[in-house]
Protein backbone atom coordinates (compact mmCIF):
# COMPACT_ATOMS: atom_id res chain seq x y z
CA UNK A 1 0.00 0.00 0.00
CA UNK A 2 1.66 3.07 -0.70
CA UNK A 3 1.50 6.91 1.33
CA UNK A 4 1.68 9.34 -2.34
CA UNK A 5 1.50 13.17 -2.16
CA UNK A 6 -1.73 14.12 -4.21
CA UNK A 7 -1.62 17.11 -6.17
CA UNK A 8 -5.28 17.39 -6.49
CA UNK A 9 -5.41 18.30 -2.71
CA UNK A 10 -4.27 20.08 -0.04
CA UNK A 11 -0.98 18.81 0.83
CA UNK A 12 -0.59 16.64 3.76
CA UNK A 13 -4.32 16.37 3.97
CA UNK A 14 -3.95 12.78 3.26
CA UNK A 15 -2.30 12.56 6.06
CA UNK A 16 0.65 11.89 4.31
CA UNK A 17 4.44 12.44 5.40
CA UNK A 18 5.85 15.44 4.16
CA UNK A 19 8.60 14.89 0.57
CA UNK A 20 11.02 17.56 0.74
CA UNK A 21 11.37 16.95 -3.23
CA UNK A 22 8.25 18.21 -5.66
CA UNK A 23 6.11 14.90 -6.07
CA UNK A 24 5.77 13.71 -9.73
CA UNK A 25 2.70 14.69 -11.20
CA UNK A 26 2.02 11.23 -13.11
CA UNK A 27 2.83 9.64 -9.93
CA UNK A 28 0.63 11.24 -8.37
CA UNK A 29 -2.36 10.69 -10.86
CA UNK A 30 -1.30 7.07 -11.40
CA UNK A 31 -1.77 6.66 -7.55
CA UNK A 32 -5.14 8.31 -8.14
CA UNK A 33 -6.40 6.41 -10.53
CA UNK A 34 -5.47 2.97 -9.36
CA UNK A 35 -6.89 3.94 -6.02
CA UNK A 36 -10.13 4.70 -7.87
CA UNK A 37 -10.40 1.44 -9.89
CA UNK A 38 -9.60 -0.63 -6.74
CA UNK A 39 -12.34 1.29 -4.73
CA UNK A 40 -14.53 0.15 -7.69
CA UNK A 41 -13.77 -2.88 -7.58
CA UNK A 42 -14.28 -2.72 -3.58
CA UNK A 43 -17.86 -1.77 -4.23
CA UNK A 44 -18.61 -4.71 -7.00
CA UNK A 45 -17.20 -7.74 -4.43
CA UNK A 46 -18.98 -5.37 -1.66
CA UNK A 47 -22.58 -5.96 -3.49
CA UNK A 48 -22.59 -9.13 -4.10
CA UNK A 49 -21.74 -10.09 -0.44
CA UNK A 50 -24.57 -7.64 0.58
CA UNK A 51 -27.33 -9.61 -1.29
CA UNK A 52 -26.41 -12.56 0.25
CA UNK A 53 -26.61 -11.69 3.47
CA UNK A 54 -29.94 -9.18 3.08
CA UNK A 55 -32.58 -8.01 1.02
CA UNK A 56 -35.00 -10.95 -0.59
CA UNK A 57 -32.53 -14.53 0.24
CA UNK A 58 -32.64 -13.44 3.75
CA UNK A 59 -35.80 -12.79 3.87
CA UNK A 60 -36.80 -16.21 1.82
CA UNK A 61 -34.60 -17.82 4.37
CA UNK A 62 -36.43 -16.21 7.37
CA UNK A 63 -40.02 -17.19 5.74
CA UNK A 64 -38.52 -20.81 5.24
CA UNK A 65 -38.03 -20.68 9.13
CA UNK A 66 -41.20 -19.71 10.46
CA UNK A 67 -40.09 -16.42 11.07
CA UNK A 68 -42.55 -14.44 12.41
CA UNK A 69 -43.48 -10.31 11.72
CA UNK A 70 -42.11 -8.97 14.65
CA UNK A 71 -38.69 -11.08 13.83
CA UNK A 72 -38.92 -9.18 10.54
CA UNK A 73 -39.14 -5.58 12.18
CA UNK A 74 -36.41 -6.42 14.41
CA UNK A 75 -34.15 -7.11 11.33
CA UNK A 76 -35.20 -3.77 9.75
CA UNK A 77 -34.73 -1.42 12.68
CA UNK A 78 -31.26 -3.12 13.13
CA UNK A 79 -29.19 -1.19 10.18
CA UNK A 80 -30.72 1.97 11.44
CA UNK A 81 -30.14 1.95 14.85
CA UNK A 82 -26.90 0.51 15.17
CA UNK A 83 -25.74 4.03 13.20
CA UNK A 84 -25.74 5.25 16.71
CA UNK A 85 -22.81 3.69 17.27
CA UNK A 86 -21.05 5.66 14.36
CA UNK A 87 -19.92 8.85 16.47
CA UNK A 88 -17.87 6.50 18.67
CA UNK A 89 -16.29 4.37 15.74
CA UNK A 90 -15.15 7.50 13.73
CA UNK A 91 -13.54 8.56 17.48
CA UNK A 92 -11.67 5.32 17.55
CA UNK A 93 -10.55 5.53 13.64
CA UNK A 94 -9.19 9.10 14.22
CA UNK A 95 -6.46 7.94 17.02
CA UNK A 96 -5.20 5.43 14.66
CA UNK A 97 -2.43 5.81 11.89
CA UNK A 98 -4.14 3.80 9.05
CA UNK A 99 -7.97 4.30 7.25
CA UNK A 100 -6.93 0.66 5.46
CA UNK A 101 -5.77 -1.55 8.95
CA UNK A 102 -8.93 -0.38 10.88
CA UNK A 103 -10.95 -1.02 7.78
CA UNK A 104 -9.87 -4.13 7.86
CA UNK A 105 -10.30 -4.69 11.80
CA UNK A 106 -13.78 -3.83 11.65
CA UNK A 107 -15.47 -4.63 8.24
CA UNK A 108 -13.04 -7.91 7.99
CA UNK A 109 -14.50 -8.91 11.56
CA UNK A 110 -18.26 -8.16 10.85
CA UNK A 111 -17.69 -10.37 7.56
CA UNK A 112 -15.86 -13.30 8.68
CA UNK A 113 -19.13 -13.22 11.94
CA UNK A 114 -21.43 -14.64 8.98
CA UNK A 115 -19.35 -17.99 8.45
CA UNK A 116 -21.24 -18.63 12.06
CA UNK A 117 -24.46 -18.05 10.27
CA UNK A 118 -23.03 -20.82 7.71
CA UNK A 119 -21.79 -23.30 10.43
CA UNK A 120 -25.27 -22.84 12.37
CA UNK A 121 -26.91 -23.86 8.85
CA UNK A 122 -24.79 -26.81 8.67
CA UNK A 123 -25.69 -28.07 11.78
CA UNK A 124 -29.08 -27.55 11.33
CA UNK A 125 -29.17 -29.30 8.09
CA UNK A 126 -27.67 -32.53 10.41
CA UNK A 127 -30.54 -31.64 13.14
CA UNK A 128 -28.18 -30.09 15.68
CA UNK A 129 -30.09 -27.11 15.67
CA UNK A 130 -33.69 -26.43 16.06
CA UNK A 131 -36.01 -23.47 13.63
CA UNK A 132 -35.88 -21.16 16.67
CA UNK A 133 -32.18 -21.80 17.52
CA UNK A 134 -31.42 -20.80 13.70
CA UNK A 135 -33.36 -17.45 13.69
CA UNK A 136 -32.10 -16.39 17.81
CA UNK A 137 -28.57 -17.22 16.09
CA UNK A 138 -29.01 -15.26 12.46
CA UNK A 139 -30.46 -12.15 14.98
CA UNK A 140 -26.91 -11.94 16.73
CA UNK A 141 -24.94 -12.25 13.62
CA UNK A 142 -27.21 -9.48 12.37
CA UNK A 143 -26.85 -7.18 15.27
CA UNK A 144 -22.80 -7.57 15.53
CA UNK A 145 -22.50 -7.83 11.82
CA UNK A 146 -23.86 -4.35 11.77
CA UNK A 147 -22.84 -2.85 15.06
CA UNK A 148 -18.99 -3.73 13.94
CA UNK A 149 -19.67 -2.25 10.43
CA UNK A 150 -21.17 0.71 11.94
CA UNK A 151 -17.71 1.07 13.79
CA UNK A 152 -15.54 1.57 10.28
CA UNK A 153 -18.42 3.13 8.15
CA UNK A 154 -17.52 6.45 8.94
CA UNK A 155 -14.10 6.14 8.50
CA UNK A 156 -14.34 4.53 5.29
CA UNK A 157 -16.22 7.18 4.03
CA UNK A 158 -13.77 9.79 5.03
CA UNK A 159 -10.85 7.66 3.42
CA UNK A 160 -12.77 7.83 0.17
CA UNK A 161 -13.81 11.22 0.27
CA UNK A 162 -9.89 12.01 0.97
CA UNK A 163 -8.88 10.23 -2.12
CA UNK A 164 -11.51 11.39 -4.36
CA UNK A 165 -11.20 14.79 -6.15
CA UNK A 166 -13.90 16.67 -5.80
CA UNK A 167 -14.33 17.83 -9.80
CA UNK A 168 -14.61 14.41 -9.79
CA UNK A 169 -16.92 13.45 -7.63
CA UNK A 170 -20.41 13.16 -9.25
CA UNK A 171 -19.47 10.99 -11.95
CA UNK A 172 -16.76 9.27 -10.06
CA UNK A 173 -19.68 7.96 -7.39
CA UNK A 174 -21.94 7.93 -10.09
CA UNK A 175 -19.79 5.54 -12.05
CA UNK A 176 -18.71 3.15 -8.30
CA UNK A 177 -22.85 3.03 -7.59
CA UNK A 178 -23.76 1.82 -10.88
CA UNK A 179 -21.34 -1.18 -11.21
CA UNK A 180 -22.70 -2.31 -7.81
CA UNK A 181 -26.42 -1.74 -8.76
CA UNK A 182 -25.62 -3.73 -12.11
CA UNK A 183 -23.32 -6.61 -9.78
CA UNK A 184 -26.80 -6.68 -8.07
CA UNK A 185 -28.61 -6.79 -11.00
CA UNK A 186 -26.97 -9.80 -12.54
CA UNK A 187 -26.35 -11.86 -9.40
CA UNK A 188 -29.52 -11.66 -7.81
CA UNK A 189 -31.02 -13.90 -10.44
CA UNK A 190 -28.51 -16.14 -10.27
CA UNK A 191 -28.41 -16.60 -6.62
CA UNK A 192 -31.60 -17.10 -6.61
CA UNK A 193 -31.72 -20.21 -8.79
CA UNK A 194 -29.04 -21.59 -7.11
CA UNK A 195 -30.76 -21.20 -3.89
CA UNK A 196 -34.39 -22.59 -5.36
CA UNK A 197 -32.54 -25.71 -7.19
CA UNK A 198 -29.81 -26.54 -4.77
CA UNK A 199 -30.22 -30.82 -4.38
CA UNK A 200 -30.07 -30.71 -0.66
CA UNK A 201 -32.77 -27.75 -0.55
CA UNK A 202 -32.75 -23.80 -0.43
CA UNK A 203 -32.22 -23.60 2.91
CA UNK A 204 -28.51 -25.15 2.13
CA UNK A 205 -28.22 -23.75 -0.70
CA UNK A 206 -28.53 -20.46 1.05
CA UNK A 207 -25.60 -21.67 2.67
CA UNK A 208 -23.67 -22.38 -0.01
CA UNK A 209 -24.53 -18.95 -1.83
CA UNK A 210 -23.71 -17.31 2.02
CA UNK A 211 -20.05 -18.92 2.32
CA UNK A 212 -19.40 -17.42 -1.43
CA UNK A 213 -20.53 -13.95 -0.74
CA UNK A 214 -18.63 -13.63 2.75
CA UNK A 215 -15.29 -14.61 0.28
CA UNK A 216 -16.46 -12.03 -2.25
CA UNK A 217 -16.59 -9.66 1.46
CA UNK A 218 -13.43 -10.60 1.95
CA UNK A 219 -11.96 -10.08 -1.65
CA UNK A 220 -13.62 -6.61 -1.50
CA UNK A 221 -11.22 -5.56 1.56
CA UNK A 222 -8.51 -7.57 -0.29
CA UNK A 223 -9.27 -4.25 -2.94
CA UNK A 224 -8.84 -1.92 -0.15
CA UNK A 225 -4.98 -2.90 -0.31
CA UNK A 226 -4.33 -1.24 -3.49
CA UNK A 227 -6.02 2.40 -2.02
CA UNK A 228 -3.65 5.46 -1.04
CA UNK A 229 -3.96 4.82 2.51
CA UNK A 230 -4.54 7.91 4.82
CA UNK A 231 -2.88 8.62 8.49
CA UNK A 232 -5.80 10.14 10.63
CA UNK A 233 -3.68 11.56 13.30
CA UNK A 234 -1.54 13.05 10.84
CA UNK A 235 -4.22 14.59 8.63
CA UNK A 236 -6.04 15.94 11.85
CA UNK A 237 -2.71 17.52 13.09
CA UNK A 238 -1.50 19.10 9.85
CA UNK A 239 -5.23 20.48 9.70
CA UNK A 240 -5.08 22.03 13.36
CA UNK A 241 -2.08 24.05 12.53
CA UNK A 242 -3.56 25.51 10.17
CA UNK A 243 -6.51 26.05 11.92
CA UNK A 244 -7.07 29.59 13.71
CA UNK A 245 -7.77 28.28 16.96
CA UNK A 246 -4.05 26.88 17.08
CA UNK A 247 -3.39 29.93 19.21
CA UNK A 248 -6.95 29.77 21.45
CA UNK A 249 -5.85 27.40 24.12
CA UNK A 250 -8.75 25.15 23.47
CA UNK A 251 -8.72 21.43 23.91
CA UNK A 252 -9.78 19.34 20.78
CA UNK A 253 -12.99 18.39 22.34
CA UNK A 254 -13.75 21.88 22.51
CA UNK A 255 -12.54 22.77 19.56
CA UNK A 256 -14.45 20.32 17.38
CA UNK A 257 -17.65 21.33 19.43
CA UNK A 258 -17.12 25.11 18.53
CA UNK A 259 -16.46 23.85 14.91
CA UNK A 260 -19.75 21.97 14.23
CA UNK A 261 -20.93 24.81 16.06
CA UNK A 262 -19.95 27.48 13.57
CA UNK A 263 -20.13 25.21 10.39
CA UNK A 264 -23.90 26.52 9.30
CA UNK A 265 -23.39 24.61 6.60
CA UNK A 266 -23.36 21.08 8.71
CA UNK A 267 -25.84 22.19 10.63
CA UNK A 268 -28.19 22.84 7.77
CA UNK A 269 -27.53 19.84 6.58
CA UNK A 270 -28.01 17.38 9.55
CA UNK A 271 -31.93 19.22 10.11
CA UNK A 272 -32.28 18.36 6.17
CA UNK A 273 -30.80 14.71 6.57
CA UNK A 274 -33.25 14.07 9.98
CA UNK A 275 -36.44 15.43 8.37
CA UNK A 276 -35.71 13.75 4.80
CA UNK A 277 -35.06 10.30 6.41
CA UNK A 278 -38.15 10.50 8.98
CA UNK A 279 -40.63 11.90 6.32
CA UNK A 280 -39.23 9.16 4.05
CA UNK A 281 -39.28 6.02 6.35
CA UNK A 282 -42.75 6.86 6.87
CA UNK A 283 -43.79 5.92 3.39
CA UNK A 284 -41.00 3.42 1.94
CA UNK A 285 -41.21 0.63 3.89
CA UNK A 286 -45.10 0.84 3.41
CA UNK A 287 -45.19 0.72 -0.36
CA UNK A 288 -44.63 -3.23 -0.71
CA UNK A 289 -46.70 -3.63 1.58
CA UNK A 290 -49.38 -1.59 0.15
CA UNK A 291 -49.22 -3.68 -3.61
CA UNK A 292 -49.18 -7.07 -1.69
CA UNK A 293 -52.11 -6.76 0.89
CA UNK A 294 -54.22 -3.50 -0.42
CA UNK A 295 -53.84 -4.07 -3.91
CA UNK A 296 -53.67 -7.80 -3.27
CA UNK A 297 -51.16 -8.29 -6.13
CA UNK A 298 -48.61 -11.59 -6.80
CA UNK A 299 -45.14 -11.45 -5.42
CA UNK A 300 -43.99 -11.93 -8.90
CA UNK A 301 -45.31 -8.58 -9.76
CA UNK A 302 -43.89 -7.16 -6.83
CA UNK A 303 -40.21 -8.50 -7.48
CA UNK A 304 -40.92 -7.59 -10.99
CA UNK A 305 -41.76 -3.63 -10.10
CA UNK A 306 -38.48 -3.80 -8.17
CA UNK A 307 -36.33 -5.07 -11.18
CA UNK A 308 -37.53 -1.95 -13.36
CA UNK A 309 -36.99 0.32 -10.51
CA UNK A 310 -33.30 -0.99 -10.14
CA UNK A 311 -32.55 -0.40 -13.52
CA UNK A 312 -33.97 3.47 -13.63
CA UNK A 313 -31.52 3.83 -10.90
CA UNK A 314 -28.60 2.27 -12.64
CA UNK A 315 -29.48 4.15 -16.17
CA UNK A 316 -29.80 7.32 -14.73
CA UNK A 317 -27.11 7.20 -11.84
CA UNK A 318 -24.45 8.49 -14.69
CA UNK A 319 -26.49 11.22 -16.20
CA UNK A 320 -26.81 12.60 -12.31
CA UNK A 321 -23.10 12.35 -11.60
CA UNK A 322 -22.22 14.56 -14.88
CA UNK A 323 -25.18 16.75 -14.01
CA UNK A 324 -23.96 17.20 -10.56
CA UNK A 325 -20.27 18.13 -11.92
CA UNK A 326 -21.45 20.61 -14.10
CA UNK A 327 -24.22 22.35 -12.37
CA UNK A 328 -23.71 21.66 -8.54
CA UNK A 329 -25.57 18.96 -6.71
CA UNK A 330 -27.84 21.53 -4.40
CA UNK A 331 -30.34 22.23 -7.63
CA UNK A 332 -30.47 18.24 -8.69
CA UNK A 333 -30.95 18.03 -4.79
CA UNK A 334 -34.13 21.06 -4.25
CA UNK A 335 -35.80 19.90 -7.48
CA UNK A 336 -35.56 16.42 -7.67
CA UNK A 337 -36.65 16.17 -3.94
CA UNK A 338 -39.29 18.14 -4.91
CA UNK A 339 -40.85 15.55 -7.68
CA UNK A 340 -39.89 12.65 -4.93
CA UNK A 341 -41.85 14.44 -2.20
CA UNK A 342 -44.54 14.24 -4.14
CA UNK A 343 -44.63 10.73 -5.40
CA UNK A 344 -46.20 9.03 -2.19
CA UNK A 345 -49.52 10.89 -2.96
CA UNK A 346 -49.58 8.89 -6.97
CA UNK A 347 -49.60 5.59 -4.85
CA UNK A 348 -53.16 6.52 -3.75
CA UNK A 349 -54.21 7.05 -7.29
CA UNK A 350 -53.34 3.27 -8.21
CA UNK A 351 -55.36 0.40 -8.44
CA UNK A 352 -56.02 -3.28 -9.81
CA UNK A 353 -57.03 -2.50 -12.98
CA UNK A 354 -54.91 -4.14 -16.06
CA UNK A 355 -54.08 -0.21 -16.81
CA UNK A 356 -52.80 0.30 -13.29
CA UNK A 357 -50.84 -3.03 -13.19
CA UNK A 358 -49.03 -2.51 -16.75
CA UNK A 359 -48.73 1.10 -16.87
CA UNK A 360 -48.79 3.26 -13.87
CA UNK A 361 -47.00 1.03 -11.80
CA UNK A 362 -44.45 0.14 -13.82
CA UNK A 363 -43.86 4.02 -14.69
CA UNK A 364 -44.09 4.83 -10.95
CA UNK A 365 -41.02 2.54 -10.31
CA UNK A 366 -39.22 3.41 -13.34
CA UNK A 367 -39.84 7.14 -11.95
CA UNK A 368 -38.91 6.53 -8.29
CA UNK A 369 -35.58 3.98 -9.37
CA UNK A 370 -34.60 7.47 -11.75
CA UNK A 371 -34.97 10.32 -9.16
CA UNK A 372 -33.87 8.63 -5.83
CA UNK A 373 -30.81 8.29 -7.72
CA UNK A 374 -29.92 11.74 -7.71
CA UNK A 375 -31.20 12.24 -4.24
CA UNK A 376 -28.95 9.54 -3.21
CA UNK A 377 -26.01 10.53 -4.67
CA UNK A 378 -26.11 14.16 -4.83
CA UNK A 379 -27.26 14.31 -0.88
CA UNK A 380 -23.40 12.12 -0.41
CA UNK A 381 -21.37 14.35 -2.43
CA UNK A 382 -23.10 17.56 -0.28
CA UNK A 383 -22.04 15.49 2.53
CA UNK A 384 -18.78 15.17 1.79
CA UNK A 385 -18.48 18.74 0.29
CA UNK A 386 -19.50 20.85 3.51
CA UNK A 387 -17.37 18.81 6.00
CA UNK A 388 -13.84 20.14 7.24
CA UNK A 389 -11.17 17.81 6.96
CA UNK A 390 -10.07 17.90 10.81
CA UNK A 391 -11.98 15.06 12.61
CA UNK A 392 -13.81 14.03 9.25
CA UNK A 393 -15.71 10.49 10.26
CA UNK A 394 -16.50 12.06 13.15
CA UNK A 395 -18.98 14.76 11.02
CA UNK A 396 -19.66 12.00 8.73
CA UNK A 397 -20.80 9.69 12.10
CA UNK A 398 -22.28 11.75 13.54
CA UNK A 399 -24.80 12.69 10.28
CA UNK A 400 -25.34 9.02 9.80
CA UNK A 401 -26.31 8.86 13.52
CA UNK A 402 -29.25 10.93 13.57
CA UNK A 403 -30.21 9.80 10.19
CA UNK A 404 -30.62 6.55 11.64
CA UNK A 405 -32.52 7.47 14.47
CA UNK A 406 -34.93 9.58 12.23
CA UNK A 407 -35.24 6.58 9.84
CA UNK A 408 -35.98 3.78 12.70
CA UNK A 409 -38.41 6.47 14.00
CA UNK A 410 -40.05 7.37 10.95
CA UNK A 411 -40.84 3.22 10.11
CA UNK A 412 -42.02 2.92 14.13
CA UNK A 413 -44.53 5.97 13.45
CA UNK A 414 -45.58 4.36 10.17
CA UNK A 415 -46.56 1.11 11.40
CA UNK A 416 -48.95 2.71 13.87
CA UNK A 417 -50.16 5.53 11.27
CA UNK A 418 -51.12 2.23 8.71
CA UNK A 419 -52.81 0.34 11.91
CA UNK A 420 -54.26 2.35 13.92
CA UNK A 421 -55.57 5.84 11.84
CA UNK A 422 -58.86 5.55 10.37
CA UNK A 423 -57.79 6.15 7.15
CA UNK A 424 -54.76 4.68 7.65
CA UNK A 425 -52.03 4.60 4.34
CA UNK A 426 -54.07 7.73 3.31
CA UNK A 427 -52.80 9.70 5.79
CA UNK A 428 -49.30 7.75 5.94
CA UNK A 429 -48.36 8.75 2.42
CA UNK A 430 -49.66 12.54 2.71
CA UNK A 431 -47.68 12.66 5.95
CA UNK A 432 -44.86 11.77 4.41
CA UNK A 433 -44.69 13.84 1.65
CA UNK A 434 -45.26 16.93 3.74
CA UNK A 435 -42.49 15.80 5.62
CA UNK A 436 -40.27 15.12 3.19
CA UNK A 437 -41.47 18.85 1.30
CA UNK A 438 -40.40 20.77 4.28
CA UNK A 439 -36.99 18.50 4.74
CA UNK A 440 -35.70 20.66 1.34
CA UNK A 441 -36.50 23.77 3.24
CA UNK A 442 -32.82 23.57 4.93
CA UNK A 443 -31.27 23.11 1.55
CA UNK A 444 -32.03 26.68 0.40
CA UNK A 445 -29.82 28.16 2.87
CA UNK A 446 -26.75 25.70 2.04
CA UNK A 447 -23.35 27.32 0.51
CA UNK A 448 -22.14 24.10 -1.84
CA UNK A 449 -18.78 24.86 -1.94
CA UNK A 450 -16.75 25.43 -4.98
CA UNK A 451 -20.37 26.18 -6.81
Known amino acids: MDFVQLETVEPLTLGISPINSKPNPQTAKKAIRTSLQAS ?7 AIFSLTTGGILLSNFLVELDASPVVFGILSSIPMLVNLVQPLGAYFSEQTTSRFQYSLLTYGTSRLLWLVLVLGIIGAS ?7 QLLILILLIILFSNLLAGFGSASWLSWLATIVPRRLRGR ?16 VPLVGLVV ?30 FKIDVNPKLQNTVTVRLSANINTGETPQNQFVHSIRQNSNMLKFLLYISLWMLGTSLSSPFFNFYMLATLDLDVSWVTFYGSLQAGANLLMLTLWGKLADKVGNLPILIFIGILVAIQPL ?6 TSQFDLWLWLPLLHIFSGGTLAAINLCTNNIQIGIVPVRNQSIYFAIGAAISGVSGALGTIIGGCIAQFQPSGLLSLFATSGLLQLAALLPLIFISEPGK
Open 196 to 225: SHWPGGSQQGYGVVLFVGVIFGILSLGCQY
Open 40 to 46: TLDGIFA
Open 172 to 187: YFSIRNSASVLTTLLC
Open 126 to 132: WGGLSSS
Open 346 to 351: FWLLIG
